[in-house]
């Protein structure tokens, strides 16, 4: 297994927060208000930055958005290739999503493959009238036509790196790091 080191610091707590509180913005702009939006994270840390949009939202509009979170293990297809028995995540979702404009959440959006999984499952348990999506950054490298409507921040990469994402809710740090194979 590679070892990789921190390369460059991409965003700090105060990044993150701004990245968020735009994102925040774009979305009431883009849908006219939050009227039937629903903000649903992607497991692991597509849900504490879905929380935090929620959270902004109600600051902004001083109306709260419903999040819910969803896992997708059994929708990846490299599932064969994670482990023998996949340990498998609560999805739950606040209200029905019929209807409902979705906002995927998620941190890095890389090769589109997470996001046509979430795709997946998010269809198989309901009919949204429509599905947008926002990622604190985007790394480039698709391979697939997937693109964000909502992106923190844009990041060149190499395909050899990696984007290590650390939230307070999840790894008790704040910040988003490019890391690279140790030599």
Not at 1 to 20: P, S, Y
Not at 72 to 84: C, E, G, H, M, Q
Not at 134 to 159: C, F, M, S, W
């Amino acid at each position: 297994m590679l070892n990789f080191v921190d390369k460059t610091l991409l965003m700090d707590d105060q990044g993150i927060r701004r990245a968020l509180t735009r994102i925040s913005h774009e979305i009431i702009e883009k849908n006219k208000g939050v009227e039937n939006i629903v903000l649903i994270g992607i497991r692991t840390r597509g849900v504490p930055l879905a929380e935090r949009i929620s959270q902004n939202i109600k600051e902004i509009e001083n109306a709260a958005v419903p999040v819910g979170m969803l896992d997708i293990t059994l929708y990846r297809d490299d599932l064969s290739t994670l482990a023998y028995q996949p340990i498998i995540h609560e999805t739950k979702f606040p209200c029905d999503i019929n209807g409902k404009t979705i906002v995927l959440v998620d941190d890095v959006l890389f090769t589109g493959r997470t996001i046509r999984a979430a795709l997946n499952a998010l269809t198989d348990l309901g009919r949204p009238r429509t599905i947008q999506l926002a990622v604190l950054i985007d790394r480039g490298h698709r391979e697939l036509p997937i693109r964000a409507d909502y992106v923190g921040k844009n990041v060149p990469t190499a395909a050899k790196e990696i984007i290590s994402v650390q939230l307070n809710d999840t790894d008790d740090n704040e910040q988003v790091i490019i890391k690279e194979p140790a030599q």
